[in-house]
């Protein structure tokens, strides 16, 4: 099946590495289906390079079916590009119009640094869940039956919409603050809504928000730009909710 | 060497228990002086390093991802299986065993099986210990849901994204654990080979992703939970980064490799639209519960269609091939994964398919719309609902229980599913074969383990919806910390192992030669040039059903394109830096030499099983004429394949199958 076959300008940021200076490049590509994804598009691209000698366009992506949160590109000034409630692996070309300029970064933050092109190290993410994202239980095939604690289906139900973030980063990269209370927030309230979590609610919430302090990220000034870009649709609701234990858990003492 | 599976002898309901109680142990102060490697961050992985943490070892964890959260166990949608009977359906550790047993078609090892279903019921406690949000019902106890091949409901589900939660759950163990400094994590990492030390697996040689350095670390014992080869077809429903080189490595190394032919060719996956297609999307099969599967029933309602002239929702009831209906009355649209593929390509075949590629069939939810909404009409006492509020309220059901599938749909494909069916065709998902393991999930190399997707044991030719996550887990937290524990005892006063020995220097050498070939290879052809070329070999005779000449052309074929690769691959890029190139460059020369034993593997197998169908082994008359025909007689074993240089050479060992507590009969879904 043959697309549109559009004619793109590509601007792409290219930095060789963490310490190195980058750039802007432009970059043409033709004949791009719309039935592509925008990843596809971003392959005929590289394939081009590696045929021509250069060096491809280093970008994160794995799953290519919007789940495992790794693709992370900024595209025309917004995180995983036009469209709501997708991945950069699910933005298709159809979105865009024969002609177009698409101006392509990495998610910017200073918890964030570039480390190649359009690859960024999010291991600030992984610190603040070392912090406390768990339930302090061992495996030993001798926890209590699973249905021993009956769990409200409400309950439930907003446990798993705060569990639904796929830890992209895309809040991050969109706030002006590259506030990660989004991120926080949503792991936080998924433990704090179910009974298993709330034994160590008050450690976890304060050792959360002490690390997502260190490791630089800004203030939540609450624009909700966040929500708007969130692939999962995370609701600012969990911002909120983090807010109320962290108070509650600072006044405890 | 022969083949011990090391099964405990005993009635099989004791098997695991006795054998538990008589295994060696570590003791707790003797587990702080030893060290284990985990290749892999999956379901699998990422349980087996969290517990190994807890139990006391000193953990180093590899993944190749920024995270261990992003392993590809992350993708599946549907559920995992526990015999809890929560349903009171009548479900068993038995029953859920026998299943596994008949659904993987009879080419299981029995004993692994029923330890599987066995620890089933605690992974579910497990997991809701750890906070992983299943669905519940209305009285706050866990919901269950029912899938193909099987007549209970024993599914646990988070939505539509099982996989993600589990995951969630097994990282956040391991996040613990790392906080503690009992895990070592190494994101970004690559293991480019294993070290084997007077025989023993003692380390590996790992590639840093970043910075392209070289690293050796060593330990006691290896354990790889690196996953499935599916994207030896190129384009798989896998993450495009999951790849066969850990196990194949350890492959080379003395690991047997157990029926790389056994592949699973998922029914329902979005078509592929254009040669610059770079994987598949699966659409979880608890869709079939609802959708009905139809091709055109004339030729010429097929080219209209192609052709725009007709739309689907043109053609009336009898214009239509409702063809799992019509061929398996007693399962219909359940009919298990395999049974689904290979008749959606046999209409396909013959000319029905509905798309520009002739590669797709409908999936159709309008009776499902019918059903419910007049269910729904009922509910809400509305009298002589007009056909399209009959529509509307059977739409809000589906759309409440698959409405992120139906969303993903038209996000690809730009079609609304609720106004017109959608497309679907079967698309590599899984891959039941793997590196060869006995009892203890241990390989051919001692001190190696193989767990989750990456070994062969639990799923026969065939595995069943809400398996793999089952799997996953229970070698992870339940099966191999104990066992592993049996082989460490030995090594409490063995001490550190040194990483500056002339083994590490042999290891560390061959790997840096190979990269270093690679970006110095003056070549024209990129790496996806050959994996594609590779892919469409692998489809074409090595796919949803194979004979022959098919497979001994493959093999042909396949070799030719690895000379080709050799001579021709170009690596832009340096080595010592990030180079997705580079990384892709030695996963497709390993997928090179895994696709002709694969080949070979299913050449040897003249008989039809599970996913592995061979066109000479087919019923020829009877009421399951055309249906795959197993032959025990011959083919009750495992092929566990010794590498010998060439894949060509690879040598056959095998370990028969046994079923002692199960009546081997045909499958029939008739």
Same mark, same amino acid.
């Given at each position: 099946?043959?697309?549109?076959?559009?004619?793109?300008?590509?601007?792409?940021?290219?930095?060789?590495?963490?310490?190195?200076?980058?750039?802007?490049?432009?970059?043409?590509?033709?004949?791009?289906?719309?039935?592509?994804? =925008?990843?596809?598009?971003?392959?005929?691209?590289?394939?081009?390079?590696?045929?021509?000698? /250069?060096?491809?366009?280093? =970008?994160?992506?794995?799953?290519?079916?919007?789940?495992?949160?790794?693709?992370?590109?900024?595209?025309?000034?917004?995180?995983?590009?036009?469209?709501?409630?997708?991945?950069?692996?699910?933005?298709?070309?159809?979105?865009?119009?024969?002609?177009?300029?698409?101006?392509?970064?990495?998610?910017?933050?200073?918890?964030?640094?570039?480390?190649?092109?359009?690859?960024?190290?999010?291991?600030?993410?992984?610190?603040?869940?070392?912090?406390?994202?768990?339930?302090?239980?061992?495996?030993?095939?001798?926890?209590?039956?699973?249905?021993?604690?009956?769990?409200?289906?409400?309950?439930?139900?907003?446990?798993?919409?705060?569990?639904?973030?796929?830890?992209?980063?895309?809040?991050?990269?969109?706030?002006?603050?590259?506030?990660?209370?989004? =991120?926080?927030?949503?792991?936080?309230?998924?433990?704090?809504?179910?009974?298993?979590?709330?034994? /160590?609610?008050?450690?976890?919430?304060?050792?959360?928000?002490?690390?997502?302090?260190?490791?630089?990220?800004?203030?939540?000034?609450?624009?909700?730009?966040?929500?708007?870009?969130?692939?999962?649709?995370?609701?600012?609701?969990?911002?909120?909710?983090?807010?109320?234990?962290?108070?509650?858990?600072?006044?405890?003492? | 060497?022969?083949?011990?599976?090391?099964?405990?002898?005993?009635?099989?309901?004791?098997?695991?228990?006795?054998?538990?109680?008589?295994?060696?142990?570590?003791?707790?102060?003797?587990?702080?002086?030893?060290?284990?490697?985990? *290749?892999?961050?999956?379901?699998?992985?990422?349980?087996?390093?969290?517990?190994?943490?807890?139990?006391?070892?000193? *953990?180093?964890?590899?993944?190749?991802?920024?995270?261990?959260?992003?392993?590809?166990?992350?993708?599946?949608?549907?559920?995992?299986?526990?015999?809890?009977?929560?349903?009171?359906?009548?479900?068993?550790?038995?029953?859920?065993?026998?299943?596994?047993?008949?659904?993987? !078609?009879?080419?299981?090892?029995?004993?692994?099986?029923?330890?599987?279903?066995?620890?089933?019921?605690?992974?579910?406690?497990?997991?809701?210990?750890?906070?992983?949000?299943?669905?519940?019902?209305?009285?706050?106890?866990?919901?269950?849901?029912?899938?193909?091949? *099987?007549?209970?409901?024993?599914?646990?589900?988070?939505?539509?994204?099982?996989?993600?939660?589990?995951?969630?759950?097994?990282?956040?163990?391991?996040?613990?654990?790392?906080?503690?400094?009992?895990?070592?994590?190494?994101?970004?990492?690559?293991?480019?080979?294993?070290?084997?030390?007077?025989?023993?697996?003692?380390?590996?040689?790992?590639?840093?992703?970043? &910075?392209?350095?070289?690293?050796?670390?060593?330990?006691?014992?290896?354990?790889?939970?690196?996953?499935?080869?599916?994207?030896?077809?190129?384009?798989?429903?896998?993450?495009?980064?999951?790849?066969?080189?850990?196990?194949?490595?350890?492959?080379?190394?003395?690991?047997?490799?157990?029926?790389?032919?056994?592949?699973?060719?998922?029914?329902?996956?979005? %078509?592929?639209?254009?040669?610059?297609?770079?994987?598949? &999307?699966?659409?979880?099969?608890?869709?079939?519960?609802?959708?009905?599967?139809?091709?055109?029933?004339?030729?010429?309602?097929?080219?209209?269609?192609?052709?725009? +002239?007709?739309?689907?929702? @043109?053609?009336?009831?009898?214009?239509?091939?409702?063809?799992?209906? +019509? +061929?398996?009355?007693?399962?219909?649209?359940?009919?298990?994964? !395999?049974?689904?593929?290979?008749?959606?390509?046999?209409?396909?075949?013959?000319?029905?398919?509905?798309?520009?590629?002739?590669?797709?069939?409908?999936?159709?939810?309008?009776?499902?719309?019918?059903?419910?909404?007049?269910?729904?009409?009922?509910? #809400?006492?509305?009298?002589?609902?007009?056909?399209?509020?009959?529509?509307?309220?059977?739409?809000?059901?589906?759309?409440?229980?698959?409405?992120?599938?139906?969303?993903?749909?038209?996000?690809?494909?730009?079609?609304? %599913?609720?106004?017109?069916?959608?497309?679907?065709? %079967?698309?590599? #998902?899984?891959?039941?074969?793997?590196?060869?393991?006995?009892?203890?999930?241990?390989?051919?190399?001692?001190?190696?383990?193989?767990?989750?997707?990456?070994?062969?044991?639990? #799923?026969?030719?065939?595995?069943?919806?809400?398996?793999?996550?089952?799997?996953?887990?229970?070698?992870?937290?339940?099966?191999?910390?104990?066992?592993?524990?049996?082989?460490?005892?030995? @090594?409490?006063?063995?001490?550190?192992?040194?990483?500056?020995?002339?083994?590490? !220097?042999?290891?560390?050498?061959?790997?840096?030669?190979?990269?270093?070939?690679?970006?110095?290879?003056?070549?024209?052809?990129?790496?996806?040039?050959?994996?594609?070329?590779?892919?469409?070999?692998?489809?074409?005779?090595?796919?949803?059903? +194979?004979?022959?000449?098919?497979?001994?052309?493959?093999?042909?074929?396949?070799?030719?394109?690895?000379?080709?690769?050799?001579?021709?691959?170009?690596?832009?890029?340096?080595?010592?830096?990030?180079?997705?190139?580079?990384?892709?460059?030695?996963?497709?020369?390993?997928?090179?030499?895994?696709?002709?034993?694969?080949?070979?593997?299913?050449?040897?197998?003249?008989?039809?099983?599970?996913? #592995?169908?061979?066109?000479?082994?087919?019923?020829?008359?009877?009421?399951?004429?055309?249906?795959?025909?197993?032959?025990?007689?011959?083919?009750?074993?495992?092929?566990?394949?010794?590498?010998?240089?060439?894949?060509?050479?690879?040598?056959?060992?095998?370990?028969?199958?046994?079923?002692? @507590?199960?009546?081997?009969?045909?499958?029939?879904?008739?």
């Amino acid at each position: 099946m043959s697309g549109k076959g559009m004619n793109l300008t590509l601007k792409i940021w290219r930095q060789k590495d963490a310490s190195s200076k980058g750039q802007m490049v432009d970059y043409k590509v033709t004949d791009i289906s719309e039935h592509m994804s =925008f990843l596809e598009m971003m392959d005929v691209l590289n394939e081009q390079l590696v045929n021509s000698g /250069e060096e491809p366009v280093a =970008f994160d992506h794995d799953c290519r079916e919007g789940i495992c949160g790794m693709c992370s590109m900024y595209i025309n000034g917004e995180a995983h590009g036009p469209d709501r409630g997708i991945t950069t692996c699910q933005l298709h070309m159809r979105m865009f119009n024969d002609g177009d300029t698409i101006t392509i970064e990495p998610f910017r933050a200073a918890a964030f640094p570039v480390i190649k092109d359009l690859v960024v190290d999010r291991t600030s993410f992984e610190r603040i869940q070392q912090a406390g994202g768990y339930i302090s239980v061992n495996t030993s095939g001798n926890t209590q039956d699973a249905n021993s604690i009956p769990i409200s289906k409400h309950a439930a139900d907003e446990a798993m919409d705060a569990a639904t973030c796929i830890g992209c980063g895309a809040c991050v990269a969109t706030c002006k603050n590259s506030s990660a209370m989004l =991120f926080v927030g949503a792991k936080v309230s998924q433990y704090a809504l179910l009974p298993q979590g709330q034994v /160590e609610a008050a450690d976890r919430v304060q050792n959360m928000v002490a690390q997502m302090d260190l490791e630089g990220f800004g203030n939540c000034t609450n624009t909700g730009a966040c929500e708007v870009e969130c692939p999962k649709g995370i609701s600012l609701e969990n911002i909120a909710r983090m807010n109320r234990e962290y108070l509650a858990a600072t006044l405890k003492g | 060497m022969a083949l011990d599976s090391k099964v405990p002898k005993g009635p099989i309901k004791n098997k695991w228990t006795d054998y538990k109680n008589k295994i060696d142990l570590v003791n707790p102060a003797n587990k702080r002086h030893i060290d284990v490697i985990v *290749v892999g961050t999956g379901l699998a992985g990422g349980s087996a390093a969290a517990t190994l943490a807890e139990l006391g070892y000193n *953990v180093k964890a590899f993944a190749y991802q920024d995270s261990p959260r992003r392993a590809h166990s992350i993708a599946a949608q549907g559920g995992i299986n526990a015999a809890k009977n929560y349903q009171g359906d009548g479900d068993s550790t038995y029953r859920l065993f026998y299943d596994t047993v008949k659904g993987g !078609d009879y080419r299981s090892r029995e004993a692994n099986v029923y330890r599987l279903a066995e620890v089933s019921s605690n992974i579910i406690d497990q997991c809701v210990a750890q906070g992983v949000p299943f669905a519940r019902d209305y009285g706050g106890l866990l919901d269950n849901r029912s899938f193909g091949g *099987v007549l209970v409901s024993r599914t646990f589900y988070a939505k539509g994204q099982t996989g993600q939660q589990l995951l969630l759950g097994a990282y956040s163990a391991m996040n613990r654990q790392i906080a503690r400094g009992k895990i070592e994590m190494f994101n970004r990492h690559e293991m480019l080979d294993v070290v084997i030390v007077d025989g023993k697996a003692r380390g590996i040689i790992a590639r840093n992703l970043i &910075t392209g350095e070289i690293e050796r670390h060593s330990a006691h014992a290896v354990v790889v939970g690196s996953g499935g080869y599916g994207n030896v077809y190129f384009l798989s429903t896998n993450a495009m980064g999951s790849n066969a080189t850990a196990a194949w490595k350890i492959h080379k190394k003395g690991a047997y490799f157990a029926n790389p032919c056994y592949t699973q060719i998922h029914p329902t996956c979005i %078509p592929r639209s254009g040669d610059y297609q770079s994987k598949l &999307t699966l659409m979880s099969e608890s869709l079939r519960n609802d959708g009905r599967i139809w091709v055109p029933k004339n030729m010429e309602d097929v080219l209209a269609i192609r052709e725009g +002239r007709k739309k689907p929702t @043109d053609l009336s009831e009898d214009e239509r091939d409702y063809y799992l209906e +019509r +061929r398996y009355p007693a399962f219909g649209n359940l009919v298990p994964r !395999d049974v689904a593929s290979r008749a959606a390509k046999e209409r396909c075949d013959a000319g029905y398919g509905v798309n520009a590629t002739g590669e797709a069939v409908y999936l159709d939810f309008a009776s499902a719309f019918e059903r419910y909404g007049k269910e729904q009409a009922k509910i #809400h006492n509305i009298q002589n609902p007009s056909p399209a509020k009959i529509k509307e309220l059977g739409q809000a059901i589906v759309e409440a229980k698959y409405g992120n599938l139906f969303q993903m749909y038209e996000k690809i494909i730009d079609q609304n %599913p609720y106004e017109t069916p959608m497309m679907i065709y %079967p698309a590599v #998902h899984y891959t039941m074969g793997g590196v060869w393991v006995d009892y203890n999930l241990m390989t051919t190399i001692p001190g190696c383990y193989c767990i989750g997707e990456a070994n062969f044991s639990d #799923h026969g030719a065939n595995r069943l919806g809400a398996s793999a996550l089952m799997q996953g887990l229970a070698d992870g937290y339940f099966v191999l910390p104990y066992t592993i524990g049996d082989y460490l005892a030995d @090594d409490i006063r063995t001490g550190k192992i040194s990483t500056d020995t002339e083994e590490f !220097d042999i290891a560390e050498k061959e790997v840096t030669e190979r990269i270093n070939f690679f970006v110095n290879n003056e070549g024209t052809k990129s790496v996806d040039y050959f994996h594609k070329k590779l892919g469409k070999v692998m489809w074409d005779k090595a796919g949803m059903s +194979r004979n022959a000449q098919g497979l001994t052309e493959a093999m042909a074929e396949i070799k030719a394109i690895r000379e080709e690769f050799w001579k021709e691959v170009s690596v832009p890029g340096g080595a010592n830096e990030m180079n997705p190139e580079l990384e892709k460059a030695g996963r497709v020369a390993d997928f090179l030499e895994l696709g002709e034993l694969f080949a070979k593997d299913a050449l040897v197998r003249a008989e039809s099983c599970g996913g #592995h169908f061979r066109e000479e082994s087919a019923e020829l008359d009877g009421p399951q004429k055309g249906e795959a025909k197993r032959n025990d007689e011959d083919f009750a074993f495992v092929s566990a394949w010794e590498y010998k240089g060439e894949p060509a050479d690879a040598v056959l060992h095998k370990e028969e199958l046994e079923f002692n @507590d199960i009546e081997l009969k045909q499958r029939s879904y008739k």
